[in-house]
């Protein structure tokens, strides 16, 4: 007879009814675009982070097929900061995007990546002035943050003795909370349109973008109707009131992926819009409020949703224990160190095998001894054997690039191709990758 | 409080003097039962040693979680 551990659970009714049957069945991940979560662990070690290349190439064909079939005028970016692997990087330039940088290191990767200088966007609220000319020089796209930044371009322009093509930023209200208004210039109370006024006025400086980037995993498709609406206006103020003619408007990023917000009870199938209701809010929006000739370029600086659903992160259950509370605590070799989306995502969380077992209210902790270390704080799982994987996604976005040199070593990188062959794109640190820097 | 649970056929025990209900595997009924007929935990462990093949570490590991989650339902002392 198979050998089943233990397991009892006192059935408390108003818990079970509210978080779902501590019977529901767990979800169960082998393989990750056919190669075996464990043959990628004996290969590699864990934890390890796997991007699959077929995934990427699918989401980035999706969004540009949505807005394709829209419209004809269509600009992508890869924003840097929400993976910046130049394996990863690549992939994107390869398939045809630019980039979108909001830094002195990730615009030089970005020149390093052989990506040409005028289809890199330089946003941000802080360009030291030595970029900015350098930026200005290779002709890329300024996309300046504030008025003082404004004057920073004038002046190099001035020295340069040329007319400087600039974008501006734009914040707004549209009706999504938090508002981001810290960056750019205010369309509701008319900063926007000074600014663009005080562009008009300058012999050094000329108007050809405007850009507004009004949040990350945005729920509601309308507001980038919104969003599209302001911005049209002001390119219609430009060629009106100043005679200058707006060659483009980049709407940032901000589409969300298909990740389970904290909070929120439904499923991302159920809230997350389809990319074709943001694409249909934004053309619609931009055919029914053009008034020139020609039709804007329109960019997009999407990170979230092109790359998030193709990243995993493998990790190996190291040792269970029973917490004075009840609960089954599990020691994963990951921690929030490289998984700084776990303080909002409630991460899909696959095992490897079918355990055949009821399950238990538990929680994964991470390898760190810190307190804060918890990637879920209850989940119901079956006694899971020591060694054994656990796939946690959608983590492709922001948790590399932000992923922290804490305790640990942080972990290789693996991409798999269209092949199905592996390749690894990040070594682990070791001790000499940590020390580096340190002088004595 | 332990000795009072009754489980039914589909492993769901219940205790009736304080209307509290538990949801169980066969493992657990096991134990229970071996609880129930005044068995001790080292007993416990070698019938399960004997039972399913596992290692003796894995079922000393095993039921001393399991006493202890006993424990924490307040079924044991
Ligand atoms: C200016 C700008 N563009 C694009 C992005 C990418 O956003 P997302 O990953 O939500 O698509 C960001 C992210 O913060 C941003 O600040």
């Given at each position: 007879m198979k050998y089943k551990k233990p397991v009892i659970n006192r059935i408390d009714f108003a818990i079970s009814s509210k978080y779902g049957s501590p019977l529901?069945?767990?979800?169960?991940?082998?393989?990750?675009?056919?190669?075996?979560?464990?043959?990628?662990?004996?290969?590699?070690?864990?934890?390890?982070?796997?991007?699959?290349?077929?995934?990427?190439?699918?989401?980035?064909?999706?969004?540009?097929?949505?807005?394709?079939?829209?419209?004809?005028?269509?600009?992508?970016?890869?924003?840097?900061?929400?993976?910046?692997?130049?394996?990863?990087?690549?992939?994107?330039?390869?398939?045809?995007?630019?980039?979108?940088?909001?830094?002195?290191?990730?615009?030089?990767?970005?020149?390093?990546?052989?990506?040409?200088?005028?289809?890199?966007?330089?946003?941000g609220p802080y360009k030291p002035k030595e970029y900015l000319k350098k930026a200005i020089l290779n002709n890329s796209k300024i996309h300046v943050d504030h008025l003082l930044e404004l004057e920073d371009v004038q002046s190099i322009a001035?020295?340069?003795?040329?007319?400087?093509?600039?974008?501006?930023?734009?914040?707004?209200?549209?009706?999504?909370?938090?508002?981001?208004?810290?960056?750019?210039?205010?369309?509701?109370?008319?900063?926007?349109?000074?600014?663009?006024?005080?562009?008009?006025?300058?012999?050094?400086?000329?108007?050809?973008?405007?850009?507004?980037?009004?949040?990350?995993?945005?729920?509601?498709?309308?507001?980038?109707?919104?969003?599209?609406?302001?911005?049209?206006?002001?390119?219609?103020?430009?060629?009106?009131?100043?005679?200058?003619?707006?060659?483009?408007?980049?709407?940032?990023?901000?589409?969300?992926?298909?990740?389970?917000?904290?909070?929120?009870?439904?499923?991302?199938?159920?809230?997350?819009?389809?990319v074709d209701e943001y694409a249909q809010a934004i053309t619609n929006a931009i055919y029914e409020y053009n008034t020139s000739d020609e039709l804007p370029t329109l960019y997009l600086e999407t990170g979230r949703y092109l790359i998030d659903e193709a990243g995993y992160l493998l990790t190996s259950i190291q040792a269970y224990k029973r917490l004075p509370n009840g609960m089954k605590s599990y020691i994963l070799d990951a921690g929030v160190n490289i998984l700084y989306t776990s303080a909002w995502y409630n991460f899909n969380i696959e095992i490897d095998k079918d355990y055949d077992n009821l399950t238990e209210p538990s929680i994964l902790n991470?390898?760190?001894?810190?307190?804060?270390?918890?990637?879920?704080?209850?989940?119901?799982?079956?006694?899971?054997?020591?060694?054994?994987?656990?796939?946690?996604?959608?983590?492709?976005?922001?948790?590399?690039?932000?992923?922290?040199?804490?305790?640990?070593?942080?972990?290789?990188?693996?991409?798999?191709?269209?092949?199905?062959?592996?390749?690894?794109?990040?070594?682990?640190?070791?001790?000499?990758?940590?020390?580096?820097?340190?002088?004595? | 409080m332990l000795h009072q649970i009754i489980i039914d056929e589909n492993n769901m025990g219940f205790i009736p003097s304080i209307g509290a209900s538990?949801?169980?595997?066969?493992?657990?009924?096991e134990i229970i039962n071996h609880i129930q007929q005044g068995l001790h935990k080292d007993d416990i462990i070698q019938a399960l040693v004997a039972k399913y093949g596992i290692s003796q570490q894995e079922a000393l590991i095993d039921v001393n979680d399991f006493f202890m989650k006993l424990k924490i339902y307040g079924l044991i002392q």
């Open positions: 529901h069945s767990q979800k169960i991940r082998t393989e990750i675009d056919g190669i075996g979560v464990h043959e990628l662990v004996e290969q590699y070690g864990s934890p390890l982070f796997v991007f699959s290349q077929k995934r990427i190439k699918e989401q980035y064909m999706q969004l540009k097929q949505a807005f394709e079939d829209r419209y004809p005028k269509l600009k992508l970016s890869w924003s840097y900061k929400t993976n910046y692997l130049n394996a990863i990087c690549k992939i994107y330039h390869q398939l045809g995007s630019g980039a979108e940088v909001v830094s002195e290191f990730e615009y030089d990767k970005a020149l390093a990546n052989n990506v040409t200088p005028s289809d890199i966007i330089y946003n001035q020295e340069l003795d040329q007319v400087v093509n600039v974008a501006i930023r734009v914040n707004m209200d549209v009706g999504v909370y938090p508002n981001w208004n810290r960056f750019g210039f205010n369309y509701d109370n008319n900063e926007a349109y000074e600014a663009i006024k005080f562009i008009a006025n300058s012999p050094y400086l000329n108007l050809n973008g405007l850009h507004t980037h009004i949040g990350t995993f945005i729920l509601e498709a309308n507001a980038y109707k919104i969003a599209t609406i302001k911005l049209m206006k002001l390119r219609q103020q430009a060629l009106e009131e100043f005679g200058m003619n707006v060659e483009y408007i980049d709407l940032g990023g901000g589409f969300a992926s298909k990740n389970h917000l904290k909070g929120i009870y439904q499923s991302p199938e159920v809230v997350v819009p389809s991470g390898p760190l001894c810190m307190n804060i270390d918890v990637i879920n704080d209850n989940i119901s799982l079956p006694p899971l054997e020591r060694n054994s994987i656990l796939t946690i996604s959608p983590v492709g976005a922001y948790n590399i690039t932000q992923s922290m040199q804490f305790i640990r070593y942080r972990p290789r990188v693996v991409l798999i191709d269209d092949d199905s062959n592996t390749r690894l794109i990040r070594q682990e640190d070791d001790l000499q990758s940590v020390m580096a820097k340190e002088l004595e | 538990f949801q169980m595997n066969e493992t657990a009924r």
